[in-house]
């Protein structure tokens, strides 16, 4: 069975700090897809990055990271110098092969304090 | 392009009445998908279809139905509406099995 874990439900991190957010998942196939979707408190739900099971690269896009360990199947997303516009909540979630629909992670909620 | 688009965004209704909410994509997605996200929590499937005239069951069902009669449309009606379905309710699609969904902005919905 797939499962999304986000064991952080909440974080709260001051302004220009780095933070990390966890994502670990779990699934028997080899054919798998992760996703980020960030959740400002205007509540629309936005696609962050995409990352199939066969390219382990680390991606870069600005000041997000995302890095990608099959061998501790985590998919951690990291954003440097936080903003306050960083606020919002953070689904992690898996596709995998054959599947109709793609598995969310409950969410962590980050606070960036200005 | 217009994306994935609910209507309405708000609605109250009083327990017992009946709505539909609706979703309409304009991108040819085969896959569409509705969600339920009560405060504060993560989100949960209600129903899900891979294509016209074919729709399936997610983890939350009960109290909802769909149809999918166009690849472009997937209403979500609410039969005797409950105060426990006072929610925001996402609607999404997507292309293929392998892509990300694309979301609706949501129709925020409480029942009283």
């Known amino acids: 069975a797939q499962k999304v874990t986000q064991a952080q439900t909440e974080i709260s991190v001051v302004e220009k700090e780095d933070v990390t957010l966890d994502c670990v998942y779990e699934?028997?196939?080899?054919?798998?897809?992760l996703f980020w979707y960030k959740q400002p408190p205007s509540g629309e739900l936005v696609f962050l990055i995409r990352?199939?099971?066969?390219?382990?690269q680390n991606e870069i896009s600005g000041r997000y990271s995302w890095n990608f360990q099959k061998s501790t199947s985590s998919f951690n997303f990291t954003i440097t110098a936080s903003q306050v516009v960083d606020s919002a909540v953070y689904f992690c979630?898996?596709?995998?092969?054959?599947?109709?629909?793609?598995?969310f992670g409950k969410g962590t909620r980050l606070h960036i304090l200005p | 392009n217009a994306g994935v688009t609910q209507t309405p965004k708000f609605r109250i209704l009083k327990i017992g009445q009946s709505m539909t909410l609706q979703c309409t994509q304009d991108m040819n997605h085969n896959y569409m998908y509705w969600y339920r996200q009560d405060p504060g929590m993560g989100l949960k499937l209600i129903y899900y279809?891979?294509?016209?005239?074919?729709?399936d069951k997610g983890e939350v069902p009960n109290g909802y139905n769909v149809s999918r009669s166009t690849t472009e449309d997937f209403p979500l009606r609410l039969e005797l509406a409950a105060p426990s379905q006072t929610s925001v309710y996402f609607c999404?699609?997507?292309?293929?099995?392998?892509?990300?969904?694309?979301f609706g902005s949501g129709t925020r919905l409480t029942v009283v």
């Open positions: 990352r199939n099971s066969f390219d382990e």
């Open positions: 699934t028997r196939d080899t054919t798998y897809y």
């Open positions: 279809s891979v294509g016209a005239g074919i729709t």
């Open positions: 999404a699609s997507r292309p293929g099995q392998s892509y990300g969904y694309t």
């Open positions: 979630a898996l596709w995998a092969n054959r599947d109709d629909k793609i598995i």
